[in-house]
């Protein structure tokens, strides 16, 4: 009764805020479990992003609780006479107002009451199941809380990113990469099973086996297909600790090798290879004050001076990569290293090591948040730009973007991430699409803006630094894709997608005719 009474209120100040484009009785006829609400707050929360570049503002935002919730909405949308649209938010973590819209509804899907269902009578708790190491969550659900929840089963997800406070629902609609992917793959490789709420407000279960296309259509399907509301998750034991190593390089070529060696034996045994392959690189001193290199000091001092980068133009590699292991395996994990290392080429003395309970180094950027958080430098613009590179041109991307466009110049103001991944290992029937080659890197810009910075670093600057370099792979013809890809026409989406623009247009159709879902990813336009 009382969340009857909440809606009616919600309703009404709809009429009065969106000006009756919409039927609110169409609303009221939803009989929604959660709160559709029109308060300041949620609606101020749902109009911006990380990225901190773009602000829209959806008529209310809904906390669902039940998958229910979210297919009335969503087949409300699809069958109103007036037509609205509907934007699944997990965390607001997109750099680029992917997650939010100016006509309709946003869904907020992760938080809540803790009172959603997984389905009908279903509890919504996560669920673990230990025989065949699978979870099942909500699409809402954080990283954090999935690795809380099946560590106490001893077990825990093989495939990460490197931040987890990022929703299921929303790095899935992606593809969810950190330094196991040459390994396990993308997160989207790591999915037995999904529900989601198409774009006609039906609720399906996919898998590889029934309900195929939709399946592959949704992973990495920017949320144009469907809202995911339950992924089926593949685990592993969990390992208690990890070494985390770093090395130095000044040589691009002979860094690059190694990675790729390392990346290589991923058909090995786990005693021959890493668990996690990274690096980044580091165009100047500023990277050793960095939000991600507090791991080099204050007991590991590096002087970039005294390794020798000046005759490379002032760039230096890092190499990262770890090991995981359970503490009565201590011992024999030195010799497993040792073998591992002594076929690596990094600059002598530039090792630097440390030891670290598993869950501590999954979640090692929020550490770095909070320190970020104190200082009032997390809430700042982020024009991050994301790119898949082809291997075949990685040098040349070296010379002309990191030695070149962003040289010595710049003030570091974020982690520059450069590391390759095995493309057997992503599934081409999902809507991803990643360079035509076996290996490509990821090269992500991971920058902050700031007001009160020098001219580098200001958001106008980075931001047409991106383009710079976005037009330099385009004049010197290296195909590179973009993850968490920002285009504004749709014919940037269609050479984006190449031959693969068919199939994505042709699930468009099927999946979300009326072009309803996750209009801020900006490739449909709505067509009520
Ligand atoms: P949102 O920003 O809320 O949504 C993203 C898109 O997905 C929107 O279009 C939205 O409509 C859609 N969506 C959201 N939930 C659902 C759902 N349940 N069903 C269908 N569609 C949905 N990515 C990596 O791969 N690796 C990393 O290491 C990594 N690190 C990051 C670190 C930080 C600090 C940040 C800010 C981002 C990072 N990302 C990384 C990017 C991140 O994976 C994406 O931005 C992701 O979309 C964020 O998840 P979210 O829950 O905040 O999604």
Redesign the pocket.
Known sequence: MATKLLLMFAICRLIVTVGLTLDPTELLRLNLEGQLSVEPSDVESASL??GGMRRAEPWAVLHPASTEDVARLVKAAYESSHGFTV????????ING??MTTNGVVIQ??GGSGERRLGLGQPIAPMVHEKFMYVDVW??ELWIDVLRFTLEYGLAPKSW???LY??V???L??????GQAFNHGPQISNVYELDVVTGKGELMTCSEEYNSELFHAVLGG??QF???TRARIALEPAPQMVRWIRVLYSNFSTFTHDQEYLISLHGQPDSQKFDYVEGFVIVDEGLINNWRSSFFSPRNPVKISSLNANGNGGVLYCLEITKNYVESDADTIDQELDALLKKLNFIPNSVFTTDLPYVDFLDR?HKAELKLRSKGLWDVPHPWLNMFVPKSRIEDFDKGVFKGILGNKNKTSGPILIYPMNKNKWDERTSVVTPNEDVFYLVALLRSALENGDETQTLEYMSNQNRRILRFCDDEGINVKQY?PHYTTQQEWMDHYEDRWVQFNQRKLEFDPKHIL?T??RIFKPSY
């Open positions: 992003d990380f934007s699944a938010r997990g965390h607001g973590h997109s992917q997650a899907m992760s699409g809402g990113t490197d931040y990022l929703s629902g929303g790095t609609s992606n593809a969810g990469i950190s920017l949320g469907g809202i995911i950027v968490l996750a801020g990813q």
